[in-house]
């Protein structure tokens, strides 16, 4: 709570700031997000089967703003603030535990020459480049590689949230197609320690990849000590009607003592008015008391009702080794602004 608190009272002067200079210099402002909402059966491999309304399908729904002011020489500053809705519950944030502005909260200083920085809380590049690299994108509830790597757990999956605050981020304008970010964190304050990342993307024509690497390090001094390395690689192509989709993904757990491996696959197909998307994961945990392999299944039919509307069905096979099977399956419509 006092986290914050202190973060309100760095970011909202930063917000009235900008909103001030706009009403003499026309600071430019913009509303945005994503309103996902479906109707469907949710069962995750080894869970008691749910048939409900969600907010998280094919995207997560949120909202949120940006404001920003041109200065001379190619300098804007700014401030993005967004939030995460359930209509389910009525809702903001992912759960209960989350922050007002559950989703990105930062202040930016960004020129076309230089690159951009960012403070505040930020979405991890590792997320990012899962989200990038996966026929699925960045669905929680029906993509392999986000449902891995962030949706099962610590054993399996990395440490944390893939929202980190008190972080400050860098990000070097795109040279010959490449992109490269660093971020550091020193995350709650009440969790001593600190979380670094490092990506480099390449866009270039038709082809894509990525390199990504993560650290996190946590000690309170109360519960065990986090010390843990992520890494992943990821590249696609776009043959036209046909593009596909490669990710490779190891973490090292220190503390659990546990080592994890994803690897997963994905193609889109343009057939009829939509395109069809499917991927499949694979992951296994291997450590002195650990030995779990998950394999995931899924895919989706995306209509482009309009440039801002897609309606979908969904569906995902769950399967974790020692667990009942998990059949998921969801129809819904996504609307961006």
């Not at 490449?178 to 009440?190: A, F, H, I, K, R």
């Not at 600190?194 to 390199?211: E, H, K, P, Q, Y």
């Amino acid at each position: 709570m006092m986290h914050t608190l202190r973060f309100r009272r760095c970011v909202v002067p930063g917000l009235l700031a900008l909103v001030s200079m706009g009403a003499h210099a026309q600071a430019d402002y913009a509303f945005n997000g994503v309103l996902d909402f479906s109707y469907g059966r949710f069962e995750p491999s080894g869970a008691i089967r749910e048939h409900r309304f969600n907010s998280n399908s094919l995207s997560a729904s949120f909202v949120g703003v940006t404001a920003k002011y041109g200065l001379e020489n190619g300098w804007t500053p700014g401030v993005t603030l967004e939030t995460f809705l359930r209509f389910q519950d009525l809702s903001t944030g992912r759960n209960r535990n989350d922050p007002h502005l559950s989703r990105n909260a930062f202040l930016f200083l960004t020129n076309n020459k230089y690159g951009t920085l960012r403070v505040g809380r930020l979405q991890t590049f590792l997320f990012d480049t899962t989200a990038r690299f996966n026929a699925l994108g960045n669905s929680p509830v029906f993509s392999p590689a986000i449902r891995h790597i962030f949706g099962s757990g610590n054993l399996e999956g990395v440490q944390g949230d893939f929202y980190w605050n008190r972080a400050v981020s860098y990000s070097t304008p795109s040279l010959g197609g490449v992109t490269g970010n660093l971020m550091y964190s020193q995350g709650p304050s009440e969790a001593r320690g600190d979380r670094s990342a490092v990506s480099v993307i390449l866009s270039r024509g038709l082809f894509g990849a990525t390199l990504s690497a993560q650290r996190v390090h946590r000690n309170d001094g109360i519960a065990d000590p986090v010390i843990e390395n992520t890494w992943q690689a990821g590249a696609s192509y776009n043959f036209g009607t046909v593009k596909v989709f490669g990710l490779h993904t190891q973490t090292r757990d220190r503390g659990l003592d546990v080592r994890s491996k994803l690897n997963t696959a994905g193609v889109t197909v343009a057939i009829g008015p939509g395109t069809l998307q499917t991927q499949v994961g694979r992951a296994k945990a291997v450590g002195p008391a650990v030995d779990r392999k998950h394999t995931s299944v899924s895919a989706a039919y995306v209509y482009p009702y309009d440039s801002r509307t897609d309606i979908y069905v969904a569906g995902m096979d769950d399967r974790v080794r020692g667990q009942t099977k998990g059949i998921s399956a969801a129809a819904g419509v996504r609307f961006r602004f």
